[in-house]
């Protein structure tokens, strides 16, 4: 298991990895983080080890 790269969604490298295979080359998980923080709803700095 790789470490975390969205503490807020809990998504991986390898989980974005294979999104992007997926996804002809696109990113829908990065797409619904985008969208999440824009809406407010993204909680980095309570979730995130380091406060980012």
Same mark, same amino acid.
């Given at each position: 298991?790789?470490?975390f790269i969205c503490?807020?969604?809990?998504?991986?490298?390898d989980d974005i990895r294979a999104d992007v295979l997926a996804n002809a080359g696109r990113s829908e998980i990065l797409e619904k983080i985008v969208a999440a923080k824009?809406? %407010?709803?993204?909680?980095?700095?309570?979730?995130?080890?380091? %406060?980012?």
């Open positions: 298991m790789s470490d503490y807020c969604f809990e998504h991986t490298e824009s809406q %407010g709803s993204c909680q980095c700095a309570e979730k995130h080890p380091e %406060g980012r």
